[in-house]
């Protein structure tokens, strides 16, 4: 920054300038410290700007990558991480932006001035986008093209080297003497530290990637999700020391009170059928108008929206409380912990989805569900995934399956599906149906529109690494390959139009629709709980392989911040376990 008087900034600006305060913090463990210091500014997110927006590669992009990588051997291809330190300085200011001067910077004099950004600062709201424009022209001069599907991708084909940034890191994938120039291109405007991946001389068989580690070995690549997130999860739940669960989760029947009695879901919608309709028998009468039609029951005989669907309320279910203030903030501080971790943890995808979907309200039936997983993850701390050695293939293979009305209480049904280019799994994900399907038929419809989505958005990340392929997707009903291979709804009047959008798809050509048996769907793995021997089966055909132990290349635990849930008063801390055990 440059140093101006106060005046113009509030003639600039109309406010006072942007607080700044210095950060610390170590990214490494005490181990292997890796302490940085920024000055940071304190600009607030006043509103929504999406001229400000800046993408980032979703956690697809890296496995891709590794899919690349595996399926080049035969071309001398390696991988190169870069991590570029203080990336946003690099980047230009585009806006008038004021700070408050640093009191390491104070001189005599400088009482009514600050700082003018020359370059971006970290904590300003459009730093993010500065830096993106600065080494998209970077790449763009070294001869990359920008891809369309996602800006963060780009692909040199004269070199046959793919990037993808993520933030201040580059991942470059492609032969080793050109992975050398992509080198040399950021060297000359970039401070970056370098780490190549593989098992020659100045190579790492294991490095740490976005925290994720990634490891090479005689089979192929390896990829498994930062471990420190597990551990964390279990001791801010109490769990250390506790026996492992062999499953994350079980289907529970859900149950209500009739009269003092445990009553299934069921047998209240059943019970409640047979009172409406012998109130009817009860009222029968001549009807030769609508009037009397709609009257016909009578006007006494009123039945709530609950009654009829066999619901009751929760907030009168005493055994079934509400968290507390600092409960919840646990409950939801563990579940986005688990959700981050769930794109790289095919095995709990599913109980991690279910969990999600309490976090606005979480009660103790919910802490507990969230605790199995917790136990199941002390049992299975690791999960590999393998990208054995293979050729370059030309398709996109995607699985996709669902369970109808799954939820007790809803009624709405999941969406899983698994997305594979050969033996690599790119993505495997675990979604909750918006609407309410009628039909299997139907609720096999909607998982198929999303996953053909998935694939054909897959499809463009890999046409901006500069692979043009094909896409297959497999499903197990035969009803809803009946549906995508025909023209309109047919005799299904009440499928919603959106549905239909798959007809469309195939006839174009972009996807090929075709049937797998359901035993053998992977996908199934993502729709809901399932014994641990079936879990593995569904495991083992995606690759995927359980450890023990921990990653060389992974840090300690004591690397992160003291968690807020340290400073809860114990005796609350244990009551909110006392709930659920």
Known sequence: YEKVDMEECWRETGKAPIAVRWVDINKGDTENPNYRSRLVAKEFNTGACPELYAATPPSECLRLMLSILASSRRQGAGLMYADVSRAYVYAKAKRAVYVKLPDEDLEEGDE?????????????RDAALNWSLEYSETLAAAGYIQGKGNSCLFHNRKLGVSVMVHGDDFIGVGPRKHLEELRKTLEEKYKIKVEMLGRESGEKEEIKILNKIVRETKEGIE???????????????????????ATPGCKESTRSDVNGEKVKQSEVRRNVQKEIEKAAREAEQEIDAISDARESIGRDCEWSESDVNGEWN???????????????????????????????????AFAVK??????????????????RIGKYLIGRP???????????????????????????????????????????????????????ALSSAEAELYAMVSASAETLGLQAYARDLGMDMMCELFCDSSAELGIAQRAGIGKIRHLRTQGLWVQEVR?????????????????????????????????????????????????????????????????????SHEIVE
Not at 329 to 334: A, K, P
Not at 387 to 404: E, R, V
Not at 524 to 542: E, G, P, W
Request: glycine fraction near 6%; hydrophobic fraction near 35%; include cysteine.
């Open 112 to 124: 009514r001035r600050c700082g003018k950004l020359l370059m971006s600062m970290y904590g300003t």
């Open 223 to 245: 990829l498994e999700a930062d471990p420190r997130h597990v551990e964390i999860a279990i001791r801010e739940l109490g769990l250390s020391g506790c026996k492992p669960a």
């Open 314 to 348: 929760h907030d009168d279910d005493d055994e079934d409380p509400e968290l507390g203030q600092e409960e919840a903030r646990l409950y939801r501080g563990v579940a986005a912990r688990f959700n981050y971790i769930a794109p790289d943890r095919a095995d709990i």
């Open 354 to 371: 279910e969990a999600a979907r309490s976090m606005s309200s979480p009660r103790a039936s919910d802490l507990k569900k969230l605790r």
């Open 382 to 436: 690791r999960l590999i995934m393998k990208f054995g050695w293979q050729d370059q293939l030309p398709t996109i293979t995607a699985f996709t399956d669902s369970d109808w009305a799954g939820c007790q209480k809803s009624a709405k049904s999941t969406s899983g599906g698994a997305l594979c280019i050969g033996e690599h799994v790119i993505k495997t994900y675990s979604k909750q149906q918006k609407v309410v």
């Open 507 to 575: 006839v174009s050509g972009r996807i090929a629709y075709k049937k797998v048996l359901g035993e053998k769907n992977p996908a199934d793995l993502m729709t809901k709980h399932m014994t641990a021997d079936l879990s593995q089966r569904h495991l083992t055909t995606l690759n995927m392989e359980m450890s023990d132990g921990r990653a060389e290349a992974a840090p300690n635990i004591d690397s992160i911040v003291t968690a807020w849930y340290e400073h809860i008063p114990e005796e609350r801390f244990v009551k």
